[in-house]
Nanobody, 121 residues
Framework: QVQLVESGGGLVQTGGSLRLSCAAA????????MGWYRQAPGKQRESVAL???????NYADSAKGRFTISRDNAKNTTYLQMDSLKPEDTAVYYC???????????????WGQGTPVTVSS
């Protein structure tokens, strides 16, 4: 069983920065794409940024130029650096990882519990 443990959310003023972290913990697995989704009140969950094992990143239009995703494969960890935050970035941010069980070679989508980000105006 793999767990995704998130940290780094909180309250920040408009224009401020936050850095989210997500570490995958467990045994007997390998990780494919990792990334971040978010869900604002009353809205559907949406993709924010994804990064492949070799470092190729993909961003939502709303995140381009302000957010930077990275990963440390040795630590099974992904990071989301969020700069120039806006009130519309307020949401619960969920870590995502495509996880493969080494024994069964089955791929599954894994999610963190979510970390809230609030941007005050």
């Amino acid at each position: 069983q793999v767990q995704l443990v998130e940290s780094g959310g909180g309250l920040v003023q408009t224009g401020g920065s936050l850095r989210l972290s997500c570490a995958a913990a467990g045994r007997g697995f390998s990780i494919g794409t990792m990334g971040w989704y978010r869900q604002a009140p009353g809205k559907q969950r949406e993709s924010v940024a994804l990064v492949t094992p070799n470092g190729n990143a993909n961003y939502a239009d709303s995140a381009k130029g302000r957010f930077t995703i990275s990963r440390d494969n040795a630590k099974n960890t992904t990071y989301l650096q969020m700069d120039s935050l806006k009130p519309e970035d307020t949401a619960v941010y969920y870590c995502y990882a495509a996880i493969s069980n080494i024994a069964t070679r089955r791929w599954e989508n894994s999610w963190g519990q979510g970390t809230p980000v609030t941007v005050s105006s």
